[in-house]
């Protein structure tokens, strides 16, 4: 679907290849918090962690998640406006005049992804009945995800 505001011509990236985008760059911060344990020498398929052992893993978690936070942050903000996953799917983040975002728009649309989470994943189901394909963070944060 292509939409065309101020003369700009939109095509909206449907659910599906959003989908396979975060599925590849799900693989890709796998195998980053896969490196980060091993540093850590923490056990990451171990549910139960105690003393020391305990804080460590906390640590690594945190780092972890910061690090999956700027993966999507600096990536969506940069010039390529797109993680790995995007990219390889022929897709990019835009405001909604189909300009690049800045890193703190690109935050708030990874940090409001957790919301979806938390509503069993509907707000990442939406996209698929939206006009503009727009999942629940990209409404939070008034970006699209566009196809190149």
């Known amino acids: 679907m292509a939409d065309s505001f101020s003369g700009i011509s939109f095509r909206y990236a449907g659910f599906w290849l959003r989908l396979i985008a975060a599925a590849i760059d799900s693989g890709i911060l796998l195998i980053v918090v896969w490196i980060l344990g091993l540093i850590f020498d923490v056990d990451i398929t171990t549910p139960v962690h ?26 969506e903000s940069a010039v390529t406006q797109a993680t790995i996953g995007k990219m390889i799917m022929g897709l990019y983040v835009t405001d909604l005049e189909g300009e690049r975002v800045a890193f703190s728009r690109a935050s708030i649309r990874y940090w ?20 503009q394909k727009q999942a629940l963070h990209d409404k939070v944060a008034n970006c699209l995800v566009l196809k190149r």
């Open 50 to 75: 105690e003393g020391a052992d305990f804080y460590v893993f906390r640590l690594f978690q945190l780092v972890a998640l910061f690090t999956i936070w700027l993966y999507y942050a600096v990536m």
């Open 112 to 131: 409001m992804r957790y919301v979806s989470i938390v509503i069993f994943f509907l707000g990442f189901v939406i996209a698929a009945f939206t006009r």
